[in-house]
């Protein structure tokens, strides 16, 4: 029966063929809504009047976007001058309200007319988005559903936003998406009414616009690999790999947004985060011989700021994206400056002298001072991360993005500037759902419902701070994008459908199991029509008493299994009932989608999965390691949470060695590499070789994202690990064998 019934709800999910209280399931809620009787039947020949011309890109947004794709007929907008009597007609109307807020909109749905309301295009868009929602799923994908007939049910929304901000920060310097890609990004966030993108266009990673004047920032900045201005990262191995925009792109983009009602922030991250900049144009860089690594691994990413002909190039620099970008601000950046090479650079060190600062830090606010009054001369306010309101006062209309703790922020918001809220132990969206999963978790696991409680206001309560606070955004850094394939989809929703709320809807409106439940009905079926690959909660799974107990994240969502440790696919049975077993250890669960999109693969959290042997093992190996002298105790401790970091890049004939002191037997050996659970300081190029003696090796296998198991038949003396290439990322870590018994 359970079978049954999850099977049909799926594919009404799919269809999106749900018609009663169409006004229901609405992503994000909205701030008023009263249900009415009855509905209204649209069938062919209902008509559409635009009572306004301002409205008329909306007018033909909801004609192309909702009405051509689900039904058969042709539909004519009514294009007359309408008098009194007309407003009495049956049909679909375009009526302006001028007492309306920019954003706000109205939409009443009676039995004999649809009315959207509004004062200016913003609020007429969002109540187009609002209708679209109304319509079945499938209007959100690329087929049309042909119907003859649709009936919406009566309802009264009065809408406007939380914030006027809400955004989202996209990281495209370390992984680059391609202008279509951004464009699909863009028209996702305003099917859930964002408004802004900050786009985070250079950093250590890539330089990503075209600037005219210096070619030299794309040429070179613009594309890491072997013998490039930027070494090769994340797993490209030894690619020439990147890309930029070109200034026609990034007009095209802007043109886009803005139809859409997105302003795009440009930010250009200075004076720290430059490796990009640095390698391409190395005179910017400071008279310093000392090496230094920055928190994020990082050598020789700082601008020299006492210089004096930097800021002619900045200056040129922002001339050209000032132009580009119609926005009142310019993301300078500011963030994670390491200080060591103004603090041996002579000229930064004489400015320090000169002006009388403690310490070099405060170059950092005299920085921003000069680039305050280089955007100003370009017509642009400056916005920049929390670390540009430290010091000496900047034009208060200046916009921090916050981004550390709550303690952090208040600092920077009792220095009065404006702000937006990027709180990164709820907006990071490069952090995990939950540990098991792929992503960060340095400032947070993040699961769903942590993004949806962020609340602005309650961590901040104090009325002062509710004029400066402009709003809220999600951030994804990219470092992690770069694989599997689409894999920002996943971080990106559904948490930025929960900031999207959390952005709209007004905080006694909120509640998150009606979200989630929205979310089930309907609204992952609308991602899906837009082809968002999204992440797909996983089932929780015990063992109790002989029976594996599943329960799957939602009532109406599938969990399929298997029975002998594989993944589950589309077409593995569906889970039913408790299943009785004396090996729990062999099933896996996974949710699905439809038949494409699934969770993670689990087993029942309370059992065993693996018993890994622990033999007393020495480590023998010709790499450099940052603890030295631990590395026998962190690589044979077997603890899988200890690493041990290499002070350098892997090359060509690196090797690490494991040997136990007995041979050992085993079912299944797993060398894996890197931070353990992001795959990231693998080994990109090398392979792994065994030994059942300690002095004859025979070949395991290559590495593949950063791992390498194999099933040894004899009892094994050694494991090593041999580098072939230079690998991607500026050090490597090594992790503890895992030794199955047999
Ligand atoms: C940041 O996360 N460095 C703004
Ligand atoms: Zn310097």
């Known amino acids: 029966m359970k079978y049954l019934f999850s099977l049909f709800t799926s594919l009404v999910l799919l269809q999106g063929t749900l018609s009663a209280e169409t006004w229901k399931n609405l992503v994000p809620k909205p701030a008023n ?57 049956a049909g679909v109307y375009f009526l302006h309200d001028a007492s309306l807020g920019a954003e706000a909109y109205r939409l009443e749905i009676t039995p004999t007319q649809i009315r959207l309301t509004a004062s200016e295009d913003a609020g007429m868009f969002y109540a187009v988005q609002t209708l679209l929602q109304m319509l079945p799923a499938p209007v959100f994908g690329t087929s049309d559903l042909e119907l003859r007939e649709y009936a919406l049910d009566c309802v009264t929304i009065e809408d406007q936003p939380r914030y006027g901000y809400r955004g989202l920060m996209l990281d495209v310097s370390r992984t680059f998406y391609n202008a279509s890609q951004v464009k699909e990004i863009i028209g996702w966030m305003a099917a859930h009414k964002l408004n802004r993108m900050h786009w985070h266009l250079t950093d250590d990673n890539g330089w990503r616009i075209e600037i005219k004047k210096y070619p030299q920032l794309t040429e070179k900045g613009a594309w890491r690999g072997v013998g490039e201005a930027t070494p090769p990262a994340y797993h490209q191995g030894n690619e020439r790999y990147g890309g930029f925009y070109t200034q026609r792109e990034i007009k095209d983009i802007v043109k886009y947004a803005a139809e859409r009602h997105i302003e795009i922030i440009p930010e250009i991250d200075l004076p720290g985060h430059s490796r990009a900049l640095v390698g391409s144009m190395p005179e910017l860089s400071c008279k310093s011989d000392k090496d230094y690594i920055t928190i994020n691994g990082e050598t020789d990413n700082v601008l020299c700021v006492a210089r004096e002909q930097n800021y002619k190039v900045l200056d040129n620099i ?74 000496e006062q900047h034009d208060p209309n200046t916009l921090f993005t916050a981004w550390h703790g ?140 002989n029976l594996l107990h599943v329960t799957a994240p939602h009532p109406s969502a599938v969990v399929r299994y298997t029975t002998e440790g594989s993944n589950p696919t589309a077409a593995s049975p569906v889970y039913c009932a408790t299943i009785a077993t ?128 194999f099933q040894p038949e004899q009892p094994v003396k050694a494991v090593r690990i041999v580098v072939t290439d230079v690998n991607d990322a500026y050090m490597a870590e090594f992790q503890n064998l895992k030794i199955e018994c047999k």
């Not at 041996?344 to 920085?367: D, I, W, Y």
């Not at 401790?637 to 002070?647: G, H, I, L, N």
């Not at 060509?652 to 037997?665: H, I, K, R, W």
């Not at 659970?677 to 003696?693: L, N, Q």
């Open 33 to 89: 809504l009263t249900p009415q009787t009855g509905n209204i039947l649209l069938e062919k020949g209902f008509k559409t009047y635009l009572t306004a011309p301002q409205f008329e890109d909306e007018m033909l947004w909801l004609q192309e976007k909702g009405w051509e794709k689900l039904f058969v007929f042709p539909i004519q907008p009514a294009q007359k001058v309408l008098t009194k009597q007309d407003l009495n007609q």
């Open 318 to 391: 922002m001339k050209e994206v000032a132009a580009l970008f119609p926005s009142q601000y310019i993301h300078i950046g500011g963030d994670e400056v390491e200080l060591t090479s103004w603090n041996n650079c002579p000229h930064c060190q004489a400015l320090v002298k000169e002006k009388g600062f403690e310490n070099s830090r405060f170059l950092l606010n005299e920085f921003a001072h000069r680039m305050e009054k280089i955007l100003a001369k370009h017509g642009k306010t400056m916005a920049g991360w929390e670390e540009i309101t430290e010091g």
């Open 406 to 545: 709550v303690k952090e922020v208040k600092v920077c918001l009792d220095r009065g500037y404006k702000a937006v809220m990027q709180m990164a132990e709820y907006n990071y969206l490069d952090m995990k759902y939950t540990p098991a999963e792929r992503g960060h978790n340095w400032a947070a696991i993040i699961p769903l419902e942590k993004t949806y409680s962020f609340d602005p206001q309650a961590l901040f309560p104090d009325e002062k701070y509710q004029e400066q606070i402009l709003g809220v955004q999600a951030g994804i850094w990219s470092e992690l994008l770069a694989y599997p394939a689409r894999f920002i989809e996943y971080q990106l929703f559904p948490r930025t459908c929960a900031l999207a709320e959390v952005g709209w809807t007004p905080v006694a409106e909120k509640d998150f199991e009606d979200f989630e439940e929205r979310l089930y009905q309907k609204h992952f079926s609308r991602l899906y029509h837009m082809g968002i690959s999204f992440r797909v909660a996983p089932p929780k799974v015990r063992y109790e008493n």
């Open 582 to 709: 004396d090996t729990p250890e062999n099933f896996r669960f996974a949710t699905f989608f439809g038949d494409a999109l699934s969770s993670i693969t689990v087993a029942a959290e309370n059992i065993e999965l693996y018993h890994y042997l622990q033999p007393k093992t020495t480590i023998e190996t010709n790499i450099p390691f940052r603890k030295q002298e631990e590395l026998q105790t962190l690589l044979g401790s077997y603890d899988f949470k200890k690493v041990a970091r290499t002070t350098r890049t892997l090359k060509a004939g690196d090797y690490l060695t494991y040997t136990f002191e007995e041979p050992v037997e085993s079912s299944r050996i797993t060398v894996e590499t890197g931070r353990p659970g992001i795959t990231f300081y693998g080994v990109t190029y090398g392979y792994v070789e065994y030994s059942t003696d300690g002095v004859q090796f025979e070949k395991a296998g290559e590495f593949r994202y950063n791992t390498v198991t």
